[in-house]
């Protein structure tokens, strides 16, 4: 079952907290996203990774840090969250072709108070 | 830089209508595509449609790429179907970075 798999669903930290988001998928695809969506808005892109050790910046890469240590495994850190960085975060998967669907996680709410 | 717009930005309708969704795209897409958004969150996608016309079950997605145009057709829709619709185009140079609209938001009602 091709499945992407975020973790934690719900999470409140305080400004200055650090923020660890999650994500696994079992499809061994090679590319790896995380999106951010805020309410009125379409997704908006924060990092990709292509492999391992291999990210790339996207639209809105300030305020975070990622991590790719295992092809199934893409880590969002937030050191010191800030609140305009609550929002709901999309984790995504494809394979590296030129007819990559994208296949998404069911999203992190997180709340920065 | 590149654009995506989709209109309407919301739409509601009776069960059985039929439902025409637009993506509009400021430059050649490599790759476009259609997703859907859940109520509850989760997006799938439903077509990769870089050019052409594609179906499946009640939907077909036209993309007219030299016109910088797709649309999404709905046929004889269900509550089932509501929920929020979006397109995104790839860059210039395949980076796989997806551009997303702001999505139209379908409300299908009995």
């Known amino acids: 079952d091709m499945k992407v798999t975020q973790m934690p669903r719900y999470l409140i930290k305080r400004m200055g907290e650090n923020v660890l988001l999650e994500c696994g998928q079992d499809?061994?695809?090679?590319?790896m996203y995380w999106y951010r969506q805020d309410p009125g808005l379409g997704l908006q892109l924060i990092y990709i990774s292509y492999d391992v050790d291999s990210n790339s910046e996207g639209d809105i890469p300030k305020g975070y840090r990622v991590s790719r240590k295992k092809r199934e495994h893409f880590s969002l850190i937030l050191d010191s969250a800030k609140t305009n960085q609550t929002s709901v975060y999309f984790c995504a998967s494809s394979l590296r072709t030129s007819q990559n669907t994208l296949y998404f996680g069911a999203g992190t709410r997180l709340s920065v108070l | 830089g590149q654009q995506v717009q989709q209109s309407p930005a919301s739409l509601v309708l009776q069960e059985g209508e039929n439902a025409e969704l637009q993506c509009n795209f400021s430059s050649t897409a490599t790759r476009l595509q259609w997703f859907y958004q859940h109520p509850g969150g989760r997006l799938v996608s439903l077509f990769y449609n870089p050019s052409g016309t594609k179906h499946t079950g009640r939907l077909t997605s036209t993309t007219v790429t030299n016109e910088r145009r797709s649309s999404l057709h709905i046929s004889s829709s269900q509550t089932t179907d509501s929920g929020t619709y979006f397109c995104a185009i790839d860059r210039e140079g395949g980076s796989a970075k997806l551009i997303f609209g702001e999505g139209t938001k379908l409300t299908v009602s009995s």
């Open positions: 499809m061994s695809h090679e590319t």
